[in-house]
């Protein structure tokens, strides 16, 4: 017997439990047609890697090739806003797959990323190490001067936006200013009505940010992340404004998934008590695994969008051209037929094939930043904390109401 789905995606029973819904999905019908927002919803590990592994067939350019009005509605007075944002996203090379969505197919988004490829390389990202053990031990001073910590607000939050920040050479004064704008662009993935308002404000006022800061990159080059994406207009593969907005991308890529890993990972410990024990007994030998298996187990980022290129067969299903599709990483990571115990939090597994940042051609291009990141802020967590615990009952942290992200709202710790 199959299952009558709820149709509603930001409804509080899918925000909340993602993996409940998502299972019965998974098991019962895997290609899904959701007829409330005109979309294909793909559960399984096996039809996801298929998918992002044939980017003929499922193109990123979503906002160019969407013939749909937006998911869920917009106020009408706004269509005017979701025009002008529809042209700002199209010029974004990649996006949030745990970093990113490519919106770009083919050659031309293989030159966009051959760019700045070098910069995110394994044995780059390890000079910045230093860097993010730094800001980690200040945040970290903060909340022991405190005695407690809202890992969200006090930790999660504010560490990769400081690193991201520092790539880019942006000014220490203007950090949180520059939060309170990125947070803005994450509407794009809610369910809000009037979600096109703080939207297009963040969009504007990055640009406004930013375009000066190009332009004299553009001038001076200084060797930062900034200066590395100008280098993307001085060769043609990027306009000026394409190196705004996928700055502005890289702004808010680089830090807002890292932010969900951190918090969602150290929900998992909280409330695995085991594995938490286990972690801290040696954290140096076990944050490699153990910050994968967080990735694995409550990823930071729920979905990602595509758009059929042609008309095709998947999974028994008939997609045509032009049909909206989003992959949920949170089923395909819980998938039975890929990973023993799936629904286990177990910071011992391997090997741990999942997809949390992405497959293919448009895998995640700061992997490794957010890897590192969450390597050292667990393991000095467990290092400086070895005894805290949550300062609330599980059951009520809450998530933001968000197709795209999967955000907690707080995570209140007791540091001793």
């Not at 529809?86 to 797959?97: A, L, M, N, T, Y």
């Not at 830090?255 to 140096?284: V, Y």
């Not at 700061?366 to 590192?372: D, E, S």
């Amino acid at each position: 017997m199959v299952t009558t789905f709820n149709e509603d995606l930001f409804s509080p029973e899918v925000v909340q439990d993602p993996y409940t819904y998502f299972g019965r999905m998974r098991e019962q019908d895997p290609v899904h047609w959701n007829d409330a927002y005109k979309l294909w919803v793909i559960s399984k590990y096996k039809d996801l890697v298929w998918v992002t592994r044939h980017p003929e067939f499922f193109s990123s350019e979503v906002f160019h090739r969407d013939p749909l009005p937006p998911y869920p509605d917009i106020d009408e007075s706004d269509m005017g806003l979701y025009e002008y944002v529809k042209e700002f996203f199209s010029q974004w090379f990649i996006q949030h797959d745990r970093k990113e969505i490519t919106v770009h197919d083919g050659p031309d988004h293989t030159d966009m990323r051959k760019v700045i490829h070098g910069y995110f390389t394994p044995k780059a990202m390890e000079l910045w190490r230093p860097l993010v053990q730094s800001a980690i031990n200040q945040l970290l001073d903060e909340a022991e001067d405190r005695g407690s910590m809202d890992v969200m607000r006090d930790y999660a939050t504010p560490l990769p936006l400081l690193v991201i920040a520092a790539m880019m050479g942006i000014d220490t004064s203007d950090r949180q200013f520059i939060r309170s704008l990125a947070e803005k662009l994450l509407f794009i993935g809610r369910g809000n009505n009037d979600r096109m308002q703080p939207l297009t404000e963040g969009i504007v006022g990055l640009q406004e940010y930013l375009a000066p800061m190009v332009a004299e990159r553009v001038k001076n080059p200084n060797g930062d992340l900034l200066d590395r994406m100008t280098d993307a207009y001085r060769v043609g593969v990027m306009s000026q404004e394409q190196v705004v907005a996928n700055s502005i991308l890289l702004l808010l890529a680089g830090h807002e998934t890292t932010i969900n890993l951190i918090c969602n990972g150290t929900r998992a410990f909280m409330t695995h008590p085991d594995q938490w024990e286990l972690f801290k007994s040696d954290p140096d030998a076990r944050m490699i695994r153990a910050t994968e298996e967080c990735l694995r187990y409550d990823p930071p980022v729920k979905s990602i969008t595509r758009i059929a290129g042609d008309n095709l067969e998947l999974g028994g299903k008939q997609i045509n051209k032009d049909e909206r599709m989003r992959w949920f990483v949170t089923s395909a990571n819980r998938d039975p037929e890929v990973f023993d115990r799936p629904d286990d939090f177990d910071i011992e597994r391997y090997p741990n094939p999942h997809v949390a940042f992405g497959s293919g051609i448009h895998h995640c291009l700061g992997a490794t930043l957010a890897r590192l990141e969450g390597q050292e802020a667990f393991r000095s967590l467990a290092q400086r904390f070895p005894n805290i615990n949550m300062d609330c009952n599980p059951a009520d942290l809450t998530y933001t109401s968000s197709i795209t992200f999967r955000t907690l709202e707080r995570l209140p710790l007791n540091l001793s």
